[in-house]
Structures are given as structure tokens and as C-alpha cells.
């Protein structure tokens, strides 16, 4: 009751009837981007919609798994030119795999889609005045002419670079349309979720493994890296 606008990237709309009869140069590229991602983007969210505990076994139990089925995400969803460490640094990428490794959070994460998957697209649609932030290498690239009946849209830009997670590797483009700064809220987060999981218990030491329970977050992160470290020096040697 709050909440008196919104500003998005990915905002979901669907091609008008124009688009369809007579597609514009932007509905065609809208149109081949949606058709390249059905066909080689989506096996993460049927996986996750469809056995997302089978998946969750493995996230919770391999920091290698967790690691791989993130860090692709950020290579194909980023606008880095073929490597995700052009737009974030290694540590970036290590600090939000490690939020879903500490929390143990990895099948929670999954089952999202397989309880919330099919309502995708049913709502109506959004009367609170809507900005939108459109990035070049977004998920799906739909036209503002496809969002119109979605969103009662008020401020719409075009940016000139970035992905889905523009928000952290293109924070300065970010900060001039929304606030506050996105990177302070993503830091409150990872303390939060790290608090929580903390509180209600689910850190519970693995066999053999570090107990990170009572460790603030960039403690318990440098900690994990560390006996990273060792095991890789270790298996060198």
C-alpha cells in the first residue's frame, strides 16, 4: 500500500498485433533474440520448474556445482563480450555464489520456478507508474510497444550497454534513474540473509568442513576461501 512506482529491467510483455502483422526492425530483433533463448537459454528454468530437488541435492552439496550453475548465468546473461570477468571481478562473482553457498539456499532458490513458474504472466496489469531500464544483452528484449499493456509505463530507457544483472556490473548507468544505490541494498541483503540463516539454525557444520555459524559475512567468505586456497595448494603439491 506503500509503494507508490516501480522501475524494472526485463519488464515481460507480449508482441501487440502490429508486431505480429507487420513486425518493425525492433520487433524482428525481439523475435530472433526470444526464439535463440527457447532454444539455448531455457534448461535452467525446465530443470528448476520441473525437479528442482534433484538439482538442490547437488547445490548444496558441491561448492563446484553451485559455482558453475551461477557463474554460467553470468557469462550468458551479461553484456561481457565473452567472459563475465570483463564486467565483474572474480571477487564479485565468488561474494554471490558464496551467498547461496553459506545459506545453503541453492535448492530453495530452485524450487522458486517450480512454485511460481506456471503463474508467470497471469496478473493484471500494473497501474503504478513504471520506469524501465532497457539493457541490449537483457534475458528477453521485449519492445516498449509489447509492455504497453503490461505496465502503465512513465519513463522508459534505452541503455546503451549491459545485461540482466546490470545492477552490479553497470551500477554507475543504474544510479542515474533509480535509488538509492543498488550495491549498498545488495550488501544489506547478503547480511540479512546471512543473519537469518543464522538465527534459525541452518548453519549446521558439515563433516569435515568449516562452521560458519556466528561469523559475520565477509568473515565467514574470507574463511571459505581461504581453505580453498589450502586444498588447492594442497592438491598442487
Same mark, same amino acid.
Given at each position: ?159 546503451? =550497454?549491459?545485461? *540482466?544483472? @546490470? !545492477?552490479?556490473?553497470?551500477? &554507475?548507468?543504474?544510479? +542515474?534513474?533509480?535509488?538509492? %544505490? $543498488? /550495491? ?6 547478503? =547480511?540479512?540473509? *546471512?543473519? @537469518? !540463516?543464522?538465527?534459525?539454525? &541452518?548453519?549446521?557444520? +558439515?563433516?569435515?568442513?568449516? %562452521? $560458519? /555459524? ?24
Amino acid at each position: 500500500s506503500g509503494c507508490v512506482a516501480i522501475h524494472t529491467n526485463m519488464p515481460i510483455g507480449r508482441p501487440p498485433a502490429a508486431s505480429l502483422e507487420s513486425p518493425t526492425a525492433e520487433d524482428i530483433e525481439a523475435f530472433a533474440a526470444m526464439k535463440a533463448h527457447r532454444k539455448w537459454g531455457t534448461g535452467y528454468s525446465k530443470q528448476q520448474s520441473t525437479r528442482p530437488q534433484t538439482l538442490g541435492y547437488g547445490l548444496v552439496d558441491s561448492p563446484v556445482a553451485q559455482l558453475a550453475w551461477i557463474v554460467e548465468k553470468f557469462w550468458a546473461w551479461s553484456d561481457c563480450d565473452g567472459h563475465p570477468e570483463n564486467v565483474l571481478t572474480r571477487d564479485e562473482l565468488l561474494d554471490n555464489v558464496m551467498l547461496y553457498w553459506i545459506t545453503r539456499s541453492g535448492a530453495s532458490a530452485a524450487r522458486l520456478y517450480w512454485e511460481s513458474f506456471a503463474s508467470f504472466g497471469a496478473g493484471e496489469r500494473v497501474e503504478l507508474p513504471t520506469g524501465v531500464a532497457a539493457f541490449p544483452k537483457e534475458i528477453l528484449r521485449t519492445p516498449r510497444s509489447w509492455c504497453e499493456d503490461a505496465y502503465n509505463i512513465t519513463h522508459w530507457t534505452n541503455m546503451p =550497454r549491459g545485461g *540482466h544483472f @546490470a !545492477a552490479v556490473a553497470r551500477p &554507475e548507468r543504474i544510479d +542515474r534513474v533509480r535509488a538509492p %544505490d $543498488v /550495491r549498498v541494498q545488495r550488501l544489506q541483503v547478503a =547480511r540479512d540473509l *546471512h543473519q @537469518a !540463516a543464522d538465527v534459525a539454525g &541452518e548453519h549446521r557444520p +558439515r563433516p569435515g568442513g568449516l %562452521d $560458519v /555459524r556466528g561469523l559475520p559475512l565477509a568473515e565467514a567468505v574470507g574463511h571459505f576461501r581461504l581453505r580453498q586456497v589450502v586444498a588447492a595448494r594442497r592438491a598442487a603439491t
